[in-house]
């Protein structure tokens, strides 16, 4: 431990010269219900329950306190929390679906501060003992650590008598183990000799520390981490001694001590005052009258979520040594106070796993939190520990951890030292203990998120079996919350010694992002298929020089045969198996330069070379680029800006043939236009297909047109022809669903990605990562338009109260109403002239509109009126889409092909079924104002 971290003039300096952090709150999501005005003072609801929770409690244990300045109160988890836990980790890249995860502020030096969601962070660096032996380390019923009998020293492999594997749905098949690759370190392995099913649970686990973050204080319970932001019409559990506002809406209460954390109720309160915060408020009171650390608390001068984590973990301890004195004394009695807490709160699983934790955490986190495996091909000790210090963060934490945790009597350093000194360890092992015990919290720590929003709303350190999962970019597991309480769920099929793993960072990146993301963040090169065998990320277009990369002559020159469930789907219209005619080999191509194509139903063959596909792809592009270009007005109406193209709103329909029969039409891109594409536009398209394809164009439906392109089925031809036609459409979708994200389009943002689904399932057979995502997109676009939905209909009864407000108050700050009145145009467009298509027109042209001068006042009023009817109308459209949409997203034939989605029971998964479920909500709800603007 460096002694700047204990030096309060250094501290004080230090936190001054430091702005850790913005303590702006993430961007709160909106509540199902609709919006309730309520002025009242939040913080007029602290309950001085401080006092009230201390007269609880015991006077034995009162006493305890006043003497050692420590409490004797046995550690109580709730498990009342129900609401929490992470859809899929690590997915949410869009701008739009991007939560606030905690603002890091521009300070760089910041970063240290747990302050945005996180997977286990850099790996801990310290000096645990273990060898690199491959061989199975697991013991079953060992407390001690493993002793390899071959070298006779302990080896880092934790023994499983957890209560979270012992209560593991899948007893006894998970083993920690190290694993084969060198400088893995140790792995979770599936040991079972059935396959697992996508959704099994695998194992659930409490934390050993656990708080909510900085930015979610007040709005999410300290005890229970229920999120009020996401509460939808839940019966409101505070029994009276919470605070629910006249709205039904319920809010949080604050310690009146500290005035730092926030609870549902007096229950969680007093039970949070027993596990900690008794001391932590006393600490935070400490620290507060320190006038070299009080404006990290006064004016959130720095993310407090590690300290008060730390503080947590180093207080945990001392409870339990104080605990295991009182026991002692006793004759292994428990004191009242703890007697009466274990009765009043605690409960079957919950109560031998914390004891379990206060019997064995901290001998855990020590010991098995750490791997030297690991350490030896990342990078030093001393490197960390620069790291850790480099923006002077750790010393700034640690000022505040001792500012909260050390008696002014203690000596710093004799304190830190002793947060090491653990029975059975050798000196060495108890070295600097401020620093390791940051060093594990920053290895290990995992974020705490919000199942609805992914949004980070905590920090917990896992010790029982969660901090040994290591990540794969393709993975067969997640983990969700339900509080504290973590839960890992298998994702797809897990077969018998499968290693389980997790996504440490965002999938959808780039290969060549994310493993700069993996290296610079977690120091290791991750090996996993999709790193190995898809330099380019198939998830996204690749860029140009990832395709270099590959194209460089080292690489092999002829991939393997493909198996058919793995990249392709026979292309041979006679062939039994073939359902699709749409090729799936781009992936491949960028690794290798020839794929040989081999049907095992039909025998069919032919070899795709990287060349041709890289024409076909440049073919593609350009067509797509010139097309866009032609929709835009191109040539006709160059340099004008203006855009006539607005993106697709519903799928084609089914159009009928000359001969009576139907034909289903192939939507290009489901790129329409709100009036004819040009003659332009559709000679660039038909030309481009045509060098394409070498056929004319069969069945091609543009925009709203009903233009379009003659051609026999058969003409599609070779695999060259289906690939570029593949890219084409592929590529026009994926245009199609940016263009409307970046214009928060939602409703198209929804459409193209269930069109875009539906190509990924074409082309990717089974489970595959792109699926996943788009999925994920899929429902997160849902859940979204649930919101706006809802936001709509409050609106339309606000508006339909104030027919005169003006355009200004309709046009709100924030931008979830920015979204709304988006929405709202974007369902006006359609019926716009030229030039009003884009959302972004729209705005603009009606910010303008608010500055005009008075004399157009009126057939502004007029064209609003105008305005309201037309989106009245298009709100019912919408609505009707949405209800369609439903029973699609609860199809079981469309969810089995997006295996991410399954539930245990074939449905949809549980997390989605809450999405879908909330569209219903919203529907329902949104249908009442809709009907009344109908009679008006
Ligand atoms: C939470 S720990 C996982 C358990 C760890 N293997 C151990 O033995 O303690 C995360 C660390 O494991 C290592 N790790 C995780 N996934 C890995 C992978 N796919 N390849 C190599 N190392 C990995 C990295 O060093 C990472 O910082």
Request: proline residues 4%; negative net charge.
């Amino acid at each position: 431990m460096e002694s700047t971290a204990m030096d309060p003039e250094i501290a004080a300096t230090s936190s001054t010269q430091a702005r850790f952090r913005s303590s702006s709150n993430p961007k709160a999501k909106r509540n199902y219900r609709p919006t309730r005005r309520d002025d009242s003072d939040h913080e007029g609801h602290d309950l001085d329950l401080q006092e009230q929770a201390q007269s609880t409690e015991t006077k034995a244990e009162t006493e305890k306190q006043g003497q050692d300045g420590a409490s004797t109160l046995p550690y109580v988890r709730s498990q009342n929390a129900q609401n929490l836990g992470e859809v899929y980790p690590a997915l949410a890249r869009l701008s739009f679906l991007d939560q606030e995860q905690g603002d890091i502020g521009d300070d760089p030096g910041a970063n240290f501060s747990v302050s945005k969601p996180r997977r286990p962070l850099k790996q801990a660096f310290s000096d645990g003992k273990q060898t690199s032996d491959s061989t199975e380390r697991q013991l079953m019923s060992s407390k001690e650590p493993a002793v390899d009998a071959t070298l006779g020293i302990s080896l880092a492999v934790p023994p499983m008598t957890s209560p979270a594997a012992l209560n593991s749905a899948i007893k006894n098949q998970i083993v920690i183990r190290e694993c084969e690759q060198i400088g893995k370190g140790r792995g979770l392995f599936y040991t079972g000799k059935e396959s697992l099913v996508p959704g099994s649970l695998i194992f659930k686990e409490l934390g050993y520390c656990q708080v909510v973050n900085d930015a979610s204080l007040s709005k999410v319970c300290s005890t229970c981490f229920k999120d009020t932001r996401e509460e939808q019409g839940e019966e409101e559990q505070s029994s009276g001694t919470g605070s629910v506002a006249a709205g039904g809406q319920r809010k949080l209460v604050r310690c009146a001590g500290c005035r730092i954390v926030w609870y549902c109720n007096k229950t969680c309160q007093i039970k949070d005052w027993k596990l900690h915060h008794q001391l932590e408020c006393q600490g935070i009171q400490k620290s507060l009258s320190n006038p070299g650390v009080k404006d990290v608390w006064t004016k959130h001068k720095m993310d407090t979520t590690t300290v008060r984590a730390l503080c947590r973990l180093i207080r945990r301890r001392e409870r339990v040594k104080i605990s295991a004195q009182y026991k002692a004394e006793h004759g292994g009695k428990l004191d009242a106070a703890q007697k009466q807490v274990n009765e009043v709160y605690f409960s079957g699983l919950d109560q031998k796993e914390d004891e379990w934790l206060d019997e064995n955490g901290a001998a855990w986190i020590q010991q098995f939190l750490s791997s030297n495996e690991i350490k030896q091909t990342t990078t030093s000790d001393a490197t960390t520990k620069k790291h850790l210090d480099e923006p002077g963060q750790f010393a700034k934490i640690m000022a505040v951890v001792m500012s909260c945790v050390v008696s002014p009597k203690e000596d710093p350093h004799v304190f830190l030292k002793g947060l090491s000194e653990l029975p059975g360890l050798s000196e060495h092992d108890a070295g600097d203990g401020g620093l390791e015990l940051t060093r594990k919290l920053d290895s290990y720590g995992f974020v705490i998120t919000n199942l609805e929003t992914t949004m980070a709303i905590g920090l917990a350190l896992y010790v029982q079996s969660m901090p040994f999962l290591n990540h794969s970019c393709v993975p067969n597991c997640i983990y969700t919350f339900r509080g504290a309480r973590v839960e890992c769920r298998a994702i797809r099929k897990v077969q018998p010694g499968e290693e389980l793993t997790i996504s440490y960072i965002d999938q959808i990146d780039l290969t060549k992002v994310r493993q700069r993301h993996l290296q610079d963040q977690y120091h290791f090169t991750c090996d996993c298929p999709l790193c190995k065998f898809f330099p380019a990320n198939p998830m996204v277009l690749p860029e140009q020089e990832d395709l270099l990369d590959v194209l460089a002559p080292s690489k092999p020159l002829c991939a393997p045969s493909l198996d058919p469930k793995q990249g392709w789907i026979c292309p041979n219209p006679s062939c039994k198996a073939a359902r699709h005619t749409v090729l799936a080999v781009d992936s491949q191509l960028e690794i290798y330069n020839n794929v040989k194509l081999h049907c095992s139903t039909c025998g069919y063959e032919e070899i795709l070379t990287q060349e041709l596909e890289q024409e076909n792809r440049e073919e593609a592009e350009r067509l797509l680029a010139r097309f866009v270009r032609e929709m835009n007005g191109g040539s006709a109406s160059k340099g004008n800006g203006a855009r006539n193209f607005e993106l697709a709103k519903f799928s084609a329909e089914t159009t009928a043939s000359e001969d009576g029969s139907s034909t289903e039409p192939i939507i290009v891109g489901g790129l329409r236009t709100v009036q004819e594409p040009s003659g332009a536009a559709l000679r660039a398209f038909a030309a481009a297909y045509r060098t394409l394809t070498g056929t004319e164009s069969r069945s091609v439906i543009l925009a709203n047109s009903t233009s379009r392109f003659s051609d026999t089925d058969e003409h599609l031809g070779t695999n060259h022809g289906r690939s570029s036609v593949h890219h084409l459409v592929r590529g026009l979708v994926q245009a199609a669903f940016d263009e409307a994200v970046s214009h928060k389009h939602w409703i198209f943002a929804l459409e193209r990605s269930i069109e875009l689904n539906r190509i990924l399932n074409e082309v990717y057979i089974g489970h595959h990562p792109v699926k996943a995502v788009q999925n994920y997109y899929t429902c997160k676009i849902a859940n979204l338009l649930a919101n706006l939905l809802l936001e709509e209909s409050t609106v339309e009864i606000e508006e339909s109260d104030e027919s005169d407000e003006s355009d200004d108050d309709k046009f709100g700050d924030s931008d979830d109403e920015r979204d709304l009145t988006a929405l709202k145009n974007a369902m006006t467009a359609s019926r716009a002239k030229v030039g009003d298509g884009s959302m972004q027109d729209m705005l603009s042209r009606r910010g303008r509109e608010g500055s005009d001068d008075n004399s157009t006042k009126n057939s502004d009023k007029k064209q609003r009126q105008q305005q309201r009817r037309s989106q009245a109308e298009n709100s019912k459209k919408v609505l009707q889409f949405l209800k369609e949409l439903v029973p699609k997203l609860e199809d079981s034939s469309i969810l089995q092909q997006f295996q991410i989605c399954w539930g245990k029971d074939g449905r949809l998964a549980s997390r989605y079924r809450h999405q879908v479920d909330s569209l219903k909500q919203a529907l329902h709800y949104a249908e009442l104002p809709f009907a009344k603007s109908e009679k008006e």
